[in-house]
Every structure is written in C-alpha cells, then in structure tokens.
C-alpha cells in the first residue's frame, strides 16, 4: 500500500487509487514485489504469475500513450511551463514525466 502511495503522489489511499486510475471497472493491474534478496523477488513474481495463470509482463508499465502522460501530468501537477524549463536537448516527454513524478514522490516522503 505504501508503494502505491508514493506512485500516486498522495498520502490519501483512496485519493491515491484514484490518481493511480484503479476503478471498479479495472482489468489490468501492476504488481511490484519487495524482498531482502534478487531471489525473494523473482520467487514472489513467479508465484503471482502461476497464481494469476498471466505470463509476466512489463507492457502495462512501459506503454505511455496520450492519455498516460496526460493522466501523469494531472495527478502530479506537471504543466507546460515546467516541462518547457525542464527540458534538455533530445529528451523526450516521457522521460522528463518519468524523473519529474519521481521528484513529487520523494518530496511526499519528505512532508510524511
């Protein structure tokens, strides 16, 4: 849960489902496992795939189309103008989402 508070930019959990889009109407989901070793991890992942009978997949999380990076600017407060300041020769948009959202989660563990 604490994961999913810190994607979501907010300490508010069903504020945070929300940013993060999860409905009643949701059908595909992203899993994040934590352990002390590599190994924990991966046992964890194969145990949630074989479980879920889903073959692993990094689709959901590296697919950014319009309605992401729109989503991912509003839940953040990312506007045009920080985007014009931030941005360095040839990165592209997503990147730029990527380190920015990262920012803003950092900055919650700092006001927890």
């Known amino acids: 849960m604490e994961i999913l508070l810190y994607a979501a930019g907010n300490r508010q959990i069903g504020e945070a489902l929300k940013n993060v889009g999860i409905t009643p109407e949701t059908r595909k989901v992203a899993a994040i496992a934590v352990g002390k070793s590599r190994g924990q991890v991966l046992e964890s992942a194969a145990g949630l795939s074989a479980i879920l009978?889903?073959?692993?997949?990094?689709?959901?999380?590296?697919?950014?189309?319009?309605?992401?990076?729109?989503?991912?600017?509003?839940?953040?407060?990312i506007g045009d103008k920080e985007i014009r300041a931030l941005r360095h020769k040839n990165e592209n948009v997503v990147k730029m989402l990527e380190r920015l959202a990262i920012e803003r989660s950092a900055v919650l563990a700092v006001k927890k």
């Open 53 to 77: 009978k889903k073959e692993e997949s990094d689709d959901l999380v590296d697919r950014w189309d319009q309605d992401r990076i729109k989503r991912v600017r509003s839940v953040f407060g």
